[in-house]
Nanobody
Framework: QVQLVESGGGLVQAGGSLRLSCVAS????????MAWYRQAPGKERELVAR???????NYGDSVKGRFTISRDNAKNTVNLQMDNLKPEDTAVYYC?????????WGQGTQVTVSS
């Protein structure tokens, strides 16, 4: 059974940094897209950042210039470096990966930014 396990969430003051990581286990196939989404209370889940297997990236407008996504294909890992965090970045962050066969979600990790 495929598992995506996230780590690195927590509480940070505005202007601070956090680094999220997500490791996939037993995925079996080459991973195409890796991404991070987030969902704040009362809001829909939104794309934060996405990276393809060719290392092409795109970011949500609200995080451009502050967040950086990266991946390590040998370790089936995707990372999200979050700098200059703002209170509006507070949300549950979800890891996402897909292969030709299916797509997978992590369980989510809470990020809270205090003002």
């Amino acid at each position: 059974q495929v598992q995506l396990v996230e780590s690195g969430g927590g509480l940070v003051q505005a202007g601070g940094s956090l680094r999220l990581s997500c490791v996939a286990s037993r995925i079996g196939f080459a991973i195409n897209t890796m991404a991070w989404y987030r969902q704040a209370p009362g809001k829909e889940r939104e794309l934060v950042a996405r990276i393809t297997n060719g290392a092409g990236t795109n970011y949500g407008d609200s995080v451009k210039g502050r967040f950086t996504i990266s991946r390590d294909n040998a370790k089936n890992t995707v990372n999200l470096q979050m700098d200059n965090l703002k209170p509006e970045d507070t949300a549950v962050y979800y890891c996402y990966m897909n292969t030709w066969a299916s797509s997978y979600w992590g369980q989510g990790t809470q990020v809270t930014v205090s003002s």
